[in-house]
Structure formats: C-alpha cells, structure tokens
Nanobody
Framework: QVQLVESGGGLVQPGGSLKLSCAAS????????MGWYRRAPGNQRELVAG???????YYHDSVKGRFTISRDNAKKTVTLQMNRLKLEDTAVYYC?????????WGQGTRVTVSL
C-alpha cells in the first residue's frame, strides 16, 4: 500500500515563504512523475507543479517564478518551496503522482496566506 504524507503547511503573510514536503513509502518512487496539487475553497483540485523522475519540472502559470518543486528519489520525498506567497495561494496542498493514482488522496497540508 502506497502512502504519501504531506507536511509543512501553515499560516503566513503575503510575500512570505513555506516549504512543503511529501514523503512516500511502499513503492518504487523513482518511476513516477510526481506532482503537487491544491484545492482552494470552492474550487476543484488543480495541479500546481510537477517533476519527472529525472528532475524536469513544470508549473501552473500562476506559480511560475515563485514555487520550486524538487525530489529526492533516494529519500522518496518531493518538496515544494513556495516563495512570495499570495492570498490566492491559500488552499489545501496534496502530493500525488501525475496523473494522480499512485496513492489515494491524503489529508494534505493546509496553507493559509493572510494579512
């Protein structure tokens, strides 16, 4: 059974930074394209950033230049460094494969950007 556990969320002011982490267990992690997703209140879940097994990255237009996704295949972790956070980044953030399916959606980690 694959488990993906997200952590690192919190409350931050606009312009601040947070670093999210996702730890995977129980799978050959390096085979999968991984992504960070988010669901804002009233919205559908959307892909924020993705990273291939070789480390190539891609981003939603709204976070380009502010967020950085990376992975450590040996440690089975995926991180999302979020800088210059905006109010509209407020959401619950999840990790999963891209496309989703490596694991069931977990509880995610909540990011609140507020004055």
């Amino acid at each position: 059974q694959v488990q993906l556990v997200e952590s690192g969320g919190g409350l931050v002011q606009p312009g601040g930074s947070l670093k999210l982490s996702c730890a995977a267990s129980g799978t050959i992690f390096s085979n999968f394209v991984m992504g960070w997703y988010r669901r804002a209140p009233g919205n559908q879940r959307e892909l924020v950033a993705g990273v291939t097994s070789s480390g190539s990255t891609y981003y939603h237009d709204s976070v380009k230049g502010r967020f950085t996704i990376s992975r450590d295949n040996a440690k089975k972790t995926v991180t999302l460094q979020m800088n210059r956070l905006k109010l509209e980044d407020t959401a619950v953030y999840y990790c999963n494969s891209n496309p989703p399916g490596l694991s069931y959606w977990g509880q995610g980690t909540r990011v609140t950007v507020s004055l």
